[in-house]
């Protein structure tokens, strides 16, 4: 069910504009000051939303759209919160050249140099500069417009924060062995399934981690979860 929340987060904001939902593949770059960082440890391990802004110095669109990321760098914590604008030089350009660029076009955010030994070009196909790709943290990607960063941003912490605030709910889990009852807390939860047509098809006390002892037909189905605070409880599941 997190799963797929997730995956509809990102389909929402990328179908808005045409787009593919990929998976990130995991890369590490090292900064001007030697220390390496890489997208998976350090960011979307860390529940962070990524932003890559690829780009090359004397690439007139990529100076033309240092206004914009700075005002998403200033936005959303300046790298220090939930996201975080990683500039990258899709060529192999000294540091010398990536802090004229900085210096000439005011960026406040930082720009990361490559190696002979990076790989990120390769993985994310970055050809043409500049080219922007958002990663949520469950590592679910996809390229955008400039104007469309921020939506895109918005969308990955929104989706981000229900599955947190998801986690200490009750709730139904569907694998291929049937549907399971997953909660924070230990003790019994009165659980309800309903069909579509609104008749109850399923109803007992049940603990945490329990297989339930239902085999429903493949379709969508509402559950009603009541805990022994007297909590309630409601959402779909597939099957």
């Not at 350009?93 to 140099?113: G, L």
């Amino acid at each position: 069910m997190r799963y797929i929340v997730l995956i509809a987060g990102l389909l929402l904001a990328a179908s808005l504009h045409g787009q593919k939902i990929d998976i990130a593949n995991d890369f590490g770059l090292i900064s001007e000051y030697g220390d390496t960082m890489y997208l998976q440890e350090d960011l979307l391990d860390q529940d962070k939303t990524v932003v890559l802004a690829f780009f090359r110095p004397y690439c007139a669109p990529c100076a033309d759209a240092v206004l914009t990321l700075n005002n998403i760098y200033n936005t959303y914590g300046q790298n220090t919160e939930n996201v975080y604008l990683w500039a990258i030089c899709n060529e192999l350009y000294p540091y010398s050249a990536i802090n004229q660029f900085e210096e000439d076009n005011s960026t406040e955010y930082d720009c990361w140099a490559l190696t002979e030994e990076d790989s990120v070009v390769d993985l994310y196909e970055v050809y043409l500069v500049p080219k922007y790709v958002v990663i949520c943290p469950n590592g679910l990607m996809s390229e955008f417009e400039l104007d469309s960063i921020s939506g895109a941003v918005d969308n990955c912490l929104l989706v981000n924060n229900q599955m947190s605030e998801a986690d200490n709910k009750p709730e139904l889990i569907s694998f291929a062995s049937g549907i399971h009852f997953r909660a924070s807390n230990n003790g019994h939860y009165d659980v309800k399934i309903y069909n579509l047509s609104g008749q109850l098809v399923f109803h007992d006390r049940v603990y945490n981690n329990t297989k339930l002892d239902f085999h429903p037909k493949h379709g969508i189905y509402m559950y009603h979860i009541s805990d022994r605070q007297g909590k309630h409880h409601s959402g779909r599941i597939f099957y």
